[in-house]
């Protein structure tokens, strides 16, 4: 079966440090990945998605990148958190065959910018 | 770009009474998930709908898609607690299958 997992779980930066958070998906082959933010009591907020190694696609111009270097493995970064990038951080895939699949969430990352 | 809004933002019930939540596009989808996350959770896919006036039913919940395809709702009859959380609409484009636009949210308490 496949799954999900997005570490770390929560995350406490002060403005300005760097971010790197990870998203690797087991059990499937080529997922469509995606990252997700939401802010507290909010929607989801699409940031990225990638159908592919290196393919990444960007919704919403900001301080964040993604990067894909493996099949599973989808990474989201920034060079210097703002204050704004606060939120809960959901990493998910679908299998992205047919008319649309699923999403399939990570647990998620709760990051805190001081 | 497209959007998708949903209503109302947040719902107050008393167990066993009805809930309806609406999503509505301002574009044609190709077709609609539903989503429900629990307090403190990641959202958990819910259902699909594709076709036009299409109606799906998993127990007590209900949902259905437009015929216009540009609007979607849930219906939960006689609530319980285990339904609390918040229940999103994922809408999907008409020429990209891999972009997923959620709705804000309805954000639903039941009270015991």
């Known amino acids: 079966s496949q799954t999900i997992h997005q570490w770390p779980a929560t995350l406490v930066q002060p403005v300005g440090s760097p971010l790197s958070l990870e998203c690797t998906v087991e059990g499937t082959s080529n997922p469509n990945l995606y990252w997700y933010r939401q802010a507290a009591g909010r929607g989801l907020q699409l940031l990225f998605y990638s159908v592919g190694i290196g393919q990444i696609s960007s919704e919403v111009p900001q301080n964040l990148s993604a990067s894909r270097p493996q099949d599973r493995q989808f990474i989201l970064s920034s060079k210097k958190l703002l204050l704004s990038d606060s939120g809960f951080y959901l990493c998910?895939?679908?299998?992205?065959?047919?008319?649309?699949?699923?999403?399939?969430f990570g647990n998620g990352t709760r990051l805190t910018v001081t | 770009g497209q959007q998708v809004m949903q209503i109302p933002q947040y719902q107050h019930v008393q167990e066993g009474e009805d809930f309806t939540t609406y999503c509505n596009s301002s574009?044609?989808?190709?077709?609609i998930q539903w989503y429900k996350q629990r307090p403190g959770g990641h959202p958990v896919f819910l259902i699909q709908?594709?076709?036009?006036?299409e109606v799906k039913k998993q127990k007590r919940l209900t949902f259905q898609f437009g015929e216009a395809k540009k609007n979607s709702s849930l219906h939960i009859t006689a609530t319980q607690t285990t339904d609390v959380g918040t229940y999103f609409c994922?809408?999907?484009?008409?020429?990209?299958?891999?972009?997923?636009?959620f709705g804000s949210g309805t954000k639903l308490n039941v009270k015991p």
């Open positions: 994922a809408g999907l484009g008409g020429y990209n299958f891999n972009k997923f636009y």
């Open positions: 574009t044609t989808l190709s077709n």
């Open positions: 998910a895939w679908s299998s992205g065959v047919g008319v649309s699949s699923p999403l399939h």
């Open positions: 709908l594709v076709k036009s006036g």
